[in-house]
């Protein structure tokens, strides 16, 4: 298990933009690939994105590809997640993940530690 402690959400309008950070403990946190998941209300939790242990692998889902971006500063243990042009249908409990292994994965079982999640709300 990783610590995981997210911050950065909050409402913002649509279109504009808002950035999520991940801060994990231990010394090891290039070894961990990391992901991003929403829950919205009423719905299924989904992926949104995920970065590699070195930052060189990142995937994103379709809704989100072109407007979020995911990166890592293994030096602070922090990842972070870029959000522009947001849109409503963003609105949704955010959540950090880790995986200890460092190639990510898009499926949320893949993940082992998860942060307490951060509110986004887009207003229209």
């Known amino acids: 298990q990783v610590p995981l402690v997210e911050s950065g959400g909050g409402l913002v309008q649509a279109g504009g933009s808002l950035r999520l950070s991940c801060a994990a403990s231990?010394?090891?946190?290039?070894?961990?690939?990391m992901g991003w998941f929403r829950q919205a209300p009423g719905k299924e939790r989904e992926f949104v994105g995920a970065?590699?242990?070195?930052?060189?692998?990142?995937y994103y889902s379709d809704s989100v590809k072109g407007r979020f971006t995911c990166s890592r500063d293994n030096d602070k243990n922090t990842v972070y997640l870029q959000m522009n042009r947001l849109k409503p249908e963003d609105t949704a409990v955010y959540y950090c993940?880790?995986?200890?292994?460092?190639?990510?994965?898009?499926?949320?079982?893949?993940?082992?530690?998860w942060g307490q999640g951060t509110q986004v709300t887009v207003s229209t």
């Open positions: 993940a880790a995986q200890t292994t460092p190639i990510p994965s898009t499926n949320e079982r893949g993940y082992d530690s």
């Open positions: 231990g010394r090891t946190f290039s070894s961990y690939a």
């Open positions: 970065i590699s242990g070195s930052g060189s692998i990142i």
